[in-house]
Nanobody, 133 residues
Framework: QVTLVESGGGSVQSGGSLRLSCVAS??????????MGWFRRTPGKDSEGVAV???????EYADSVKGRFTISQDHDKTTLYLQMDNLEPQDTATYYC?????????????????????????WGEGTLVTVSS
């Protein structure tokens, strides 16, 4: 079992920044065996992949956030971050930290594809980000 707890959401004006954090824990969590990611949801819409990071450190981003968001992990890979800069009103959503079991050598596109939220095995409770114009 893996537990994911997010923090760092809040309200900012357009152009502002926020950093989301997610602490991963649980007897089943081994950093080398998981791909981690951030997904977001808005009412009435499906989950949208924002950014993912594989156990080898490779990353992928949704086109809508490239150049503005950065996903990273701390040294022991128990904390996941999402640095969000130049936020836009369309970034308003509940952001979820997620984890997917993966083979250490699997390419990120197979380990945790951004376009397949159901591939992620564990989800946090979410943290709300609101961006006003």
């Amino acid at each position: 079992q893996v537990t994911l707890v997010e923090s760092g959401g809040g309200s900012v004006q357009s152009g502002g920044s926020l950093r989301l954090s997610c602490v991963a824990s649980g007897s089943g969590y081994s950093p080398e065996k998981y791909c981690m990611g951030w997904f977001r949801r808005t009412p009435g819409k499906d989950s949208e992949g924002v950014a993912v990071i594989a156990s080898d450190g490779s990353t992928e981003y949704a086109d809508s956030v490239k150049g503005r968001f950065t996903i990273s992990q701390d040294h022991d890979k128990t904390t996941l971050y999402l640095q969000m800069d130049n936020l836009e009103p369309q970034d308003t959503a509940t952001y979820y930290c997620t984890a997917a079991r993966s083979h250490p050598e699997a390419p990120i596109s197979l380990a945790c594809p951004l376009t397949i939220p159901t591939n992620m095995d564990y989800w946090g409770e979410g943290t709300l980000v609101t961006v006003s114009s």
